[in-house]
């Protein structure tokens, strides 16, 4: 059934050009035309991702090839079915849903393909929804479609306390691991705990890689590493035989700075020195280094069908609990940004488009 919308105006945040927190824009925009195939969500609330402030860096590769300046950041929403292309019969207007969009989330008004939206468990609220579907399926993908750890496997999660990285402890320990986080302040401690670590090495305080090795000697089975640079190359050393390491960013090329701005000195030199990993060192080794971008998964819907699938029967099963993320009105996304670029927060942030 289709219902058309009755006209009215979108918020959208918007990104003009590349650069500091103060380029996120909040404008009023006309209503998208619905495409065949799409669903229109009336948001409710918007993940804010590490990723979309790479977006509105102008540093993300797929924002660059799918969509260019002006640019709305964010890969996820939640809130109502308002309207329906002509076929869509399985959802109704006044659904309460979770969305995946390739860009344009940070917006009080989404259409996306069907595929993409998933029904909101009734325990959870908006920003518990906005909040899932990019990290629990980054930690996914890692896990499940990458490393494969076996139960009894040790596994490293660097970051552990942010939105992944706690996403990656709770399924490294219900595929049954032992899972040993970092985390770069004593305040993310307790977060990382929470996740399920069993040991959290904070790193601000101890000397990360001698607590790595005394919490086992024999190296790990799976590293994973968004930070790049500062930490890939230990990483990789620390990777028991047959040990995989799973890499998916690189935060630490972005120094935290107060404007947002992009040091391209820095990323140049960082470009420089991240390491570079040799077949022959690989296989002499026995050790793995694979990688990944979850931008395609937009066009493997049968893995993001896959992803969501085994997701949800830990939801239901009452394995993943609904998150409490930070909140910030749509209109305040730079302060979510500032947030997240300085590395300090815990879990997730979401942006509620009625604060
Ligand atoms: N490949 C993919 O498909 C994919 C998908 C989603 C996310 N990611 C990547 O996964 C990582 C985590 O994303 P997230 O959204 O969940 O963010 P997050 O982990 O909640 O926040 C980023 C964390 O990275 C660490 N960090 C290290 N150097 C940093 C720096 N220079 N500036 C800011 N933070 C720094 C900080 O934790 P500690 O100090 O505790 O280490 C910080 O809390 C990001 O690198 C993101 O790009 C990749």
């Known amino acids: 059934m289709t219902t058309a919308t009755a ?12 650069g500091g927190f103060d380029n996120l824009e909040l404008a009023a925009d006309a209503p998208k035309p619905l495409a065949p195939g799409e669903v229109r969500i009336a948001v409710e609330a918007a993940g804010v991702n590490y990723a979309d402030a790479m977006v509105r860096r102008g540093l993300y590769a797929t924002a660059k090839k799918y ?29 309460r849903v979770m969305g995946l969009t390739l860009f344009g989330g940070y917006s009080s008004e989404v259409t996306t393909l069907r595929a993409f939206v998933f029904k909101t468990p009734d325990a959870w609220s908006s920003p518990a929804a906005a909040a899932f579907p ?40 219900l595929m049954g691991c032992t899972v040993v986080g970092v985390v770069g302040g004593s305040h ?24 790595a090795e005394r919490i086992s000697p024999r190296g790990y089975d799976v590293i994973c590493d968004a930070n790049g640079v500062e930490t890939l190359g230990q990483s990789y050393k620390h990777l028991a035989p047959v040990g995989r390491l799973v890499v998916y960013g690189f935060s630490t090329m972005i120094p935290k700075t107060k404007s947002g ?22 296989t002499n080794k026995n050790r793995s280094v ?51 670029e300085s590395g300090t927060t815990t879990g997730k942030l979401v942006l509620l488009t009625s604060p």
């Open 7 to 18: 006209p009215h105006t979108v918020q959208r945040i918007l990104v003009r050009k590349a």
């Open 67 to 95: 969509v260019g300046w002006p640019i709305t950041p964010g890969f996820e929403v939640a809130g109502r079915v308002s309207e329906l292309a002509p076929g869509i019969t399985d959802l109704k207007i006044g659904d």
């Open 134 to 173: 990019t990290v629990y399926l980054t930690a996914w993908f890692a896990l499940c479609e990458l490393a494969h750890p076996r139960p009894g496997a040790t596994i490293l999660v660097h970051s552990a306390a942010g939105g992944v990285g706690t996403a990656l402890a709770r399924l490294g320990k």
């Open 188 to 211: 993310k401690v307790a977060a990382a705990k929470e996740a399920g670590c069993d040991h959290v090495i904070d790193k601000s305080s101890a000397d990360l890689w001698r607590e």
């Open 261 to 282: 701005r992009t040091n391209f000195l820095k990323l140049a030199w960082d470009f420089l020195r991240t390491p570079k990993f040799a077949p022959l060192d690989l």
């Open 290 to 340: 694979m990688a990944f971008n979850l931008s395609d998964l937009f066009t493997r819907k049968d893995l993001l069908e896959a992803g969501m699938r085994d997701l949800f029967a830990w939801v239901d099963a009452g394995q993943i609990p609904a998150a409490e993320p930070k909140t910030y009105p749509l209109a305040k996304a730079s302060e979510a940004h500032r947030a997240i």
